[in-house]
């Protein structure tokens, strides 16, 4: 089983900055992909951003040159830094991991609010 530990949410004013931190544990055999996923109340839930297993990474256009997505390999553990933070960006954030094989896993998410 592998647990995902989701921290760094909260409360901030629009033009502001939040870092969300996500940390894998348990039986890890590989990750290929980890990321973030948002959900806004009333909304499906969308991709963010990913970053794989090389560094390579993928985000939605809404976030591009404010959202920034690293990962920290030895400590299974992926980033995002949140820039220039607008009132759309508030949601519940999840943490997203694609791995051992092809298995996905999931946080239990952090709210993010964004006032205006």
């Known amino acids: 089983q592998v647990h995902l530990v989701e921290s760094g949410g909260g409360l901030v004013q629009a033009g502001g900055s939040l870092r969300l931190s996500c940390a894998a544990s348990?039986?890890?055999?590989?990750?290929?992909?980890m990321g973030w996923y948002r959900q806004a109340p009333g909304k499906q839930r969308e991709l963010v951003a990913t970053?794989?297993?090389?560094?390579?990474?993928n985000s939605v256009d809404s976030v591009k040159g404010r959202f920034t997505v690293s990962r920290d390999n030895a400590k299974n553990t992926v980033y995002l830094q949140m820039n220039n933070l607008k009132p759309e960006d508030t949601a519940v954030y999840y943490c997203?991991?694609?791995?051992?094989?092809?298995?996905?896993?999931w946080g239990q998410g952090t709210q993010v609010t964004v006032s205006s």
């Open positions: 997203y991991v694609l791995g051992n094989g092809l298995r996905t896993y």
């Open positions: 348990g039986t890890i055999f590989s990750i290929n992909l």
């Open positions: 970053i794989n297993s090389g560094g390579s990474t």
